[in-house]
C-alpha cells in the first residue's frame, strides 16, 4: 500500500456524488449512487457496570455523589464491553431498525449538553459508537467480505479524509496535537507538561512568532500533495488492495499508523479509512466522518453477504435513505 499523487482516480466517485448544495440531506452526498443496492454496517456501541454496587443517582454534575461513590468503592470492579444496537434497543424498549439513528434509540438529544449517558434497568450505562471510524477488528471483518465480491481484491483504493487531527503536517506556529503526560508528580513530568504548554498558540504573547513545519503522522511530501476533493472533504489518497485490510493486523502495516501516538505510549492504532473501493468498481465502502454506520454500495450478492454475516450488524437500505440525526420516525 503506498500513497498516489493520481488523484483523477477518484473522479468516478464525485460524479457519482449530490452536488454540494445536497449535501447533507442524504446519503448520497457522501455515498455514490448507481448501486444495485445499499447495506448500513452499524458501529458498535459500549456499555459498562459496576460489579456488586450500583452508579450513584443521575446527574453526573452530582459531585457528591459521585466522590462518595468512589470512596465507598475504592477497587470496584467495572464491566466494559462492546455491545450492538440491536442490544441497546432492546434493553431500552425501542425498535432496532435499518434507518435507526442513536440520539432516538437511547433517548437523548445529540444537540443538547450531555451530562448522563442512558441507563438501563439492569444497570448498564451504554456509550455512544464511534463517529468517522470503526474497531480495527470489524474493519478486518468487513474488508474480508469486500475482498471476496471483487476481481480485483488486491488492487484499488483508499481514501483517507484530512481533517483528522495530527494526520496531516502544515505550517504553522504550534503542533496539530499534543500529548500531555499523566503519572505521579516528578520534576522531569512538569518540565515536559511545561513545554507542551508553551507550544501551544499564544497569540498575545507570540504575536510574531515564526511559522515552522509541524509533522504530522505522514510525511511532508504527501501532507502538501494533491487531494482527492469531494463534496465537503479533501482526501489523501493510497494505492492498495482491500485484502491487506482484511488482515486482522492491518494496522502494524499501513503508512497512516499512528507511530507519533505509539511514541507517547498509547497502543497501535490507526484511522480507519473513509472511502475504500477496489480497481474493477464493483463496491465502495463509505466510513463518513459524521456517520456512525458505514455505508457499502455493491451488488446484491455482496449486501446479502454482510446482512447475513453475524460478527456484523448490517442492514439493507435503500438508496436515497436518510441518515440524518432526526430521521429516526420508528422511535421518534
Known amino acids: 500500500m503506498e500513497w498516489t499523487a493520481d488523484v483523477t482516480a477518484g473522479d468516478w466517485l464525485r ?7 445536497d449535501w447533507g440531506r442524504g446519503m448520497h452526498g457522501v455515498v455514490p449512487r448507481g448501486f444495485a ?16 454496587a450500583e452508579w450513584p443517582p443521575q446527574p453526573y454534575s452530582d459531585h457528591r455523589a459521585w466522590d462518595a461513590f468512589q470512596r465507598a468503592h475504592p477497587d470496584l470492579d467495572v464491566i466494559d464491553e462492546r455491545v450492538d444496537w ?19 434509540l437511547v433517548g437523548i438529544d445529540r444537540w443538547a449538553d450531555r451530562e448522563n ?39 484499488g483504493y483508499i481514501a483517507l479524509w484530512e481533517g483528522v487531527g495530527g494526520l496531516v503536517g502544515h505550517l504553522g506556529t504550534s503542533p496539530s496535537r499534543t500529548f500531555f503526560q ?16 508553551r507550544s501551544m498558540p499564544d497569540p498575545f504573547n507570540n504575536v510574531f512568532r515564526t511559522a515552522t513545519w509541524q509533522d504530522g503522522i505522514l510525511s511532508r511530501e504527501i501532507s502538501e500533495g494533491p487531494r482527492l476533493e469531494l463534496p465537503g472533504r479533501g482526501h489523501v489518497l493510497f494505492r492498495g488492495g482491500v485484502s491487506e485490510l482484511g488482515d486482522p493486523d492491518w494496522v502494524l502495516s499501513v503508512p497512516w499508523r499512528d507511530r507519533v501516538a505509539e511514541a507517547h505510549g498509547f497502543p497501535p492504532s490507526a484511522q480507519t479509512p473513509s472511502i475504500v473501493w477496489p480497481a474493477d468498481r464493483t463496491w465502495v465502502s463509505v466510513t463518513e466522518v459524521d456517520y456512525d454506520s458505514t455505508i457499502v454500495g455493491g451488488g446484491r450478492e455482496l449486501i446479502a453477504a454482510l446482512v447475513a454475516d453475524p460478527r456484523l450488524e448490517a442492514w439493507e437500505i435503500p438508496a436515497d ?5 432526526e430521521a429516526d420516525e420508528v422511535n421518534r
Not at 15 to 21: G, K, N, W
Not at 91 to 104: E, F, I
Open 15 to 21: 460524479d457519482r456524488l449530490d452536488d454540494s448544495e
Open 37 to 52: 443496492a445499499y447495506a448500513r454496517v452499524f458501529h458498535p456501541a459500549t456499555r459498562d457496570r459496576p460489579v456488586g
Open 86 to 104: 440491536a442490544t441497546v434497543a432492546a434493553a431500552l424498549g425501542k425498535t432496532m431498525h435499518p434507518l435507526a439513528q442513536w440520539g432516538s
Open 117 to 155: 449517558d442512558p441507563r438501563d434497568a439492569e444497570g448498564w450505562r451504554y456509550h455512544d459508537p464511534e463517529e468517522g471510524g470503526m474497531p480495527a477488528d470489524v474493519l478486518s471483518t468487513l474488508a474480508g467480505i469486500l475482498a471476496a465480491h471483487t476481481t480485483t481484491p488486491d488492487d
Open 182 to 197: 499523566i503519572g505521579d508528580a516528578s520534576p522531569e513530568l512538569d518540565h515536559h507538561n511545561a513545554m507542551l504548554g
Open 321 to 325: 435513505a436518510d441518515l440524518t440525526f
